[in-house]
Every structure is written in structure tokens, then in C-alpha cells.
């Protein structure tokens, strides 16, 4: 058997869109689970499915006969996430999909957590020696379907991995998160209120984070890797470029929000770089321009954009 | 509400048996609940219940309305535990579960994982110190269930704890563990192959254990909690002292089995002693020769006892 076929699923997501077009323009055959109307993306196989619906994992492995799965789909309604009985749900589906995969015969598995499954006091968050220790309902089901996807993986014999993704920007990012929301106060002239910002963090360009995505589950490495940019920046940082490349530096207000308790929540990314072999495309500023132009255009689309 | 009501699955199991009888004395009212047929616990309202049948534990819950919970139900097939795929449907029966019963308003849960959870290269294990990184899928699959148990729980705002058991001994044992299947041996005259055991494990007496559970159970403890003897001992001479309860030293060879690769699996009991506030309430000797007696009785009872 020689086709390399992967199945991306939340594949209409923020970062799942991105997975699907990089692992498209690295040649390979790509199926596309979504719950929502497929993307406009030629050569994609679409699937509309509903994996929170029992036997649905099974019905669609045996459609797509996947040698290869990238699974991206969970709950993700900002604000909501963290605390949802749907985390609860997601392990379930995420232990039914794993075995779907593995029982019709599947050779590489990649799962996506987040950094809140590590523990926040530890500031620098390493692979092999940061406790897994997390604070909420989201962090710990993350951490509960990576354990298992890793293990059972492990059973059958394949290279299980699983992605841990920090902060994420870009494209078609939800408007009521921190990026998103500062550039898009700035176009439209208003005050965008930030925390002080001294907390350091990593953030990476989602379309970044997609080709990521796509070198990790082309490679054979097994086990938690950070997908992070390895260059920490405090917010105050952040959102004054954000001031400058939106023209608009007198409307960023620091100070305006409370201050996060979090001082610092940076990666490890070793594993990624060097094992993986995957590293950054473009520098913060590069991927921030870009992001201020894609709200612009979108801004401009009017009120059927993306940032509607 | 003043009802103390505690539901305990898996009840009819070598530990769950003992929690049962542990809780009765203790003056709960207990709903237990197991698969097959039900023991004869007087004061005991058993519920027959499958936990792996969609929608039986909420069905489960709504007819014993517990206020606590005791969860032991697992797959626990003597070698084939460690890798069943059984694993998995566990994960997600444990969660269906601490919802039905977080949705239906309890207000103790406890859920039973074991020291398979922890990084086995620690050597002593302490629940605030030691990597919980499972070697194993049944690892990995109750140090997922922990996790969801206690965030959910967490979440919930009502206390979650998940008890660690370690190497258990006592009536009831599967004939084909350690001390079950040397104490058979040396009874039936035949010899008991043992490793060179100088491998240093914690044992605790079955019915000890339940008794823990049964204070746990009664505590406000959150979070992970061992429940060992905290009296390490190598496994020489655990078997030696057997051999001379039973009467055969003669019998026990040392060596005859291949050497255990984990040297020391030992455990912190701290939180069990100062926090829950239990210890054993008999010596490994007592408890041992009570074992080896409870074995002789067993066999008397011919081929319909326990030992079959």
C-alpha cells in the first residue's frame, strides 16, 4: 500500500483550515471531516460528519480509509471552552475515532492538545520535564484524549504524537480573542483595552501552526511536541506592533484590562526544530503584518466577512 | 438532605467487595452495583448494571440517587488488563458516570486508578512529587479517567479524589496472582516458582484497602491519593514468609522466574495517613497468615469455592 492518505478532522477550523492547505500543497491526499459546509479548497475530499454522534468515527473511517489521521476537532466557542461538559464528549469521540483509526489498519496518528495541559507555574513548558498538571476541565481533557491516543497508538504498534499548540493568530480567528480583537478596535477607531501585558507568551502564525501540523504528521516522531514559535514576547510588546502596523498606536490602552495572574507561558520547542525539523516561515512582524491586511481586506467585504 | 447514600460500582470485585462491607460497618447506606450476581451483604441494595451499555449510567444514578460515589468498576482480567482495548471503553463509561451523577446532584465522588499511573522509574511514589507518566494503555487509561474525574468534579464544585492502589493481597484474590498463586501452591504440596525478588513492592491486605476507600470516601480529600501500607517490602521475603505460614519453606524456589525489571514501586502515604486519616489496622504478617488461612478454607470448600 503506497497512497498516503490523511484525514484532517475540524477541518473547517481556525488552525484546521490551515493543516488541510499545507498538507494539501505538501502532495498529499487529504480528507476533510467537518461538522459545516466544506471550504473552497480544490483537490479536498470533504466529508460532512458529526463525530459526536455514536458510530459516526467508524462510518467514516471505512469512507475514507485513511493511512493517516490529524485529529483537530473539539469544542473551541471562546470564553466557553474552558469549562463546557462537551470536553467530556470530546474524550469520548476522541477515543472512538483513535480505535476506528487504528482498527481499519491506520500507520500514523497525530492528535492536537493546548499548553493548558501543562502546569502554568512552570513559565517555560518542556516536552520531556514540565509537569502535566492542568488547571481546567479543558486542560485535563486534553491531556486524558492525549494519553490515550498516545497509548493506544502505542499498542498497536504506530507512532502516536501529540501537538500541544499555544497562541495561535491569524486568518479567520475568532474577533473576541486577544490578536483579533486589539486589530480589529484599531481599523475601526476604536480604543483597544489591553491588560498592562507584561506576560510573556508564544504566539505563532496560524498558518504557521498548519504547516506544523503537516511536517508532524509526516514525520514518525512519537510522544507530546510543543507547536510553538520558540520566540517569547510579552503583550505589551505585542500589541504596540499591532498600534504601529495598524496605524492607529494612539488607540492601544495599556492598563485598561486586569493584569493576568500567568507571568510567563513560553515552549520548548527543541522537539519541533530539531526533530521534526520544522521551524517558523516567517518572523513576528512579517506574520502581524499580514494578520492586520487579512482584517482589512476582510473588513472591507463587508459585513458578510469573516469577521462578522 | 441528610441521606448519606453512597453508590459503589464494580462492587462485586476483589476490592469492590471489601469497600462494601467496609462502608456497611461504617453505617452508609449502600447501593451496590456490579454485573453479575449479587453477594449476600445483608443492608446491601444491589443494582444489576452493565456501566459499558450506553445510557445505563444514568439510568443507574436516577434509581439510586446517590450523594457519593465510589467508582471501581474496570476491566481487570488478570493479564490482559495491561493492553485490552476494554481500556478505552472504561475511559469513556467513567465519564458517562461522574456526569449521571454530578447532573444528579451527588456530592462526593471517588474514583479508584492505581500506582500503573506513575513514571515506574521513580521508585517511590508521592502524589505531589512523582511524573505521572503511565508505561501501560490501563495506565494511561485510569490516569485519564482520574483526570476527567477530577475536573469534572472540580467544575462541579463538589470534592473529587482518586485513589492509587498498589499491590493488594487477601480473600477473594485472582488464583493467578502473586501471593494467590504461591499460597495455592505451597497448600496443594506443589512447588512455587518464584522470581530472585529482591524487587521492593508495597502490599496491602484487600480488606485493609477497602476500609481506606470507605474512610476516603468519608473525607473531604480532593485529588490524588495512594492507598498502600506504607510498609515496603521485597519480594523475598513476602514469599519466604509465606512458605512458612503455610508450613512449606521447602517449596519456595527463588529465581525460578525471570527478575523483575521495576526494582522499586513503593508508596508515600502521607496523604492517606495525616489527611484521610487511616493506617492498616493489622501487621503484613497478621494479614498474611489471616490470607493463608482464609486460602485452606477456600480449598476444603472443594471445586464450587473461590479457588476454582
Given at each position: 500500500m503506497t497512497a498516503r492518505r490523511v484525514l484532517v478532522t475540524g477541518a473547517t477550523g481556525f488552525v484546521g483550515r490551515q493543516a488541510v492547505a499545507a498538507l494539501k500543497a505538501r502532495q498529499w491526499e487529504v480528507h476533510?471531516?467537518?461538522?459545516?459546509?466544506?471550504?473552497?479548497?480544490?483537490?479536498?475530499?470533504?466529508?460532512a460528519s458529526d463525530l459526536l454522534v455514536p458510530g459516526e468515527a467508524?462510518?467514516?473511517?471505512a469512507t475514507a480509509r485513511p493511512t493517516h489521521l490529524l485529529h483537530l476537532a473539539w469544542y473551541a466557542e471562546p470564553g466557553r471552552y474552558w469549562t463546557s461538559p462537551l470536553n467530556g464528549d470530546w474524550v469520548q469521540a476522541s477515543i472512538d475515532l483513535v480505535r476506528a483509526f487504528l482498527d481499519g489498519g491506520g500507520r500514523r496518528v497525530v492528535g492536537v492538545g493546548s499548553c493548558a495541559e501543562y502546569d502554568w507555574q512552570?513559565?517555560?513548558?518542556?516536552?520531556?520535564?514540565?509537569?502535566?498538571?492542568?488547571a481546567t476541565l479543558y486542560g485535563?481533557?486534553?491531556?486524558?484524549?492525549?494519553l490515550m491516543l498516545e497509548a493506544m497508538a502505542a499498542q498497536a504498534g504506530i507512532p502516536g504524537a501529540w501537538a500541544r499548540l499555544f497562541f495561535l493568530y491569524g486568518p479567520h480567528e475568532h474577533p473576541n480573542r486577544l490578536v483579533s480583537s486589539v486589530v480589529r478596535a484599531l481599523l475601526a477607531g476604536r480604543v483597544a483595552e489591553c491588560s498592562e501585558g507584561s506576560q510573556v507568551r508564544?504566539?505563532?502564525?496560524v498558518e504557521d501552526a498548519g504547516d506544523a501540523l503537516a511536517a508532524l504528521?509526516?514525520?514518525e516522531v512519537t510522544g507530546g511536541v510543543n507547536v510553538a514559535s520558540g520566540r517569547p514576547v510579552a503583550v505589551r510588546d505585542l500589541v504596540l506592533r499591532l498600534g504601529e502596523l495598524a496605524g492607529?498606536?494612539?488607540?492601544?490602552?495599556?492598563?485598561a484590562r486586569p493584569a493576568d495572574p500567568v507571568a510567563q507561558l513560553?515552549?520548548?520547542?527543541?522537539?519541533?526544530?530539531?526533530?521534526?525539523?520544522?521551524?517558523?516561515?516567517?518572523?513576528?512582524?512579517?506574520?502581524?503584518?499580514?494578520?492586520?491586511?487579512?482584517?482589512?481586506?476582510?473588513?472591507?467585504?463587508?459585513?458578510?466577512?469573516?469577521?462578522?
Open positions: 476533510a471531516a467537518a461538522v459545516g459546509q466544506p471550504l473552497a479548497e480544490p483537490g479536498v475530499r470533504w466529508h467508524a462510518r467514516l473511517v512552570s513559565g517555560h513548558c518542556d516536552e520531556a520535564r514540565t509537569p502535566l498538571v492542568p485535563a481533557a486534553k491531556r486524558a484524549a492525549g508564544d504566539f505563532l502564525d504528521v509526516a514525520s492607529r498606536p494612539d488607540l492601544v490602552r495599556l492598563g513560553t515552549a520548548a520547542t527543541e522537539r519541533l526544530n530539531l526533530q521534526v525539523g520544522w521551524s517558523p516561515r516567517s518572523t513576528l512582524d512579517e506574520s502581524l503584518a499580514r494578520t492586520v491586511e487579512w482584517w482589512k481586506a476582510s473588513r472591507t467585504a463587508g459585513p458578510g466577512g469573516d469577521a462578522a
